[in-house]
């Protein structure tokens, strides 16, 4: 990788989670959620700022009270890439990359970031994130599971919240066995042309049929970088996962 290349990092941590509200705030261990993002990932060697965006004054002050770099930005703004556009330019940032890590990924750590942006500097797509193959069928079959489908170079063809490909004329007990399928693990690498580009491409019906923002840049072009991981993350969604976390990290003692 190039060592001259800007990069920065933002956390979009809005406060009014759909399925659980204040998720920001939840603490696992007695420490708050994005607060333990922000201690793994502020170790990356290779990431120049690392930045909370958010929209709520409780979120703030956790930041504050912890010197966590923040940015109060509008409610309004749709998504965590909207809220990335309006930092930069708020901020008057053009880096080279910009990595758009989630706030709920509390297993989420530096070592993985660093080679997410050694792997996806290396490619010529506009855009790259993490995936990992799965090995249950829980996984597979759950809807709150995003599941990508690859090309013959590992970019994405298509994510959707169901399995894909379907497997005709096999058993779905069977799918494992028969293919390798693929999770989508939410942490985004853009080039600054591409996530400054995003607000103004048209609102995607697929994106809007499945809920899921990368779909815009796929159905307007954009190639996406996909980068194999060998490590298991848990994201926190609802109050299930957020109770199957803290589990985990009791009994690892974290």
Known sequence: MDNELDIIGFIPARFGSTR????????INGKPLLQIVYENICQ???LRRLIVLTDHEKIAELCEWNGMEYLMTPSDLPSGTDRICYALQELDEKPDL?????GDEPMLDAETIDDLINRFSGSHCYLGTLIKRIYNEDELFANSSVKVVLDNFGQA???SRNPI?????IEKEKWLDNHIFWKHIGVYI??????????????????NSEKLEQLRFLQDGFKV??????KTFY????AEDYEFVKKIFAEKNV
């Open 225 to 230: 970088q996909c980068v194999e991981t060998s």
């Open 157 to 159: 063809l298509y994510f």
């Open 235 to 238: 994201g926190i969604d609802t």
């Open 190 to 207: 853009y080039r600054y042309h591409s996530i400054t580009s995003f607000p103004d491409l048209t609102y995607s019906n697929l994106e």
């Open 44 to 46: 990356s060697s290779m």
């Open 165 to 169: 490909p379907y497997l005709r004329d």
């Open 20 to 27: 659980l509200p204040g998720k920001p705030l939840l603490e």
């Open 98 to 102: 910009v990595v758009n890590i989630q």
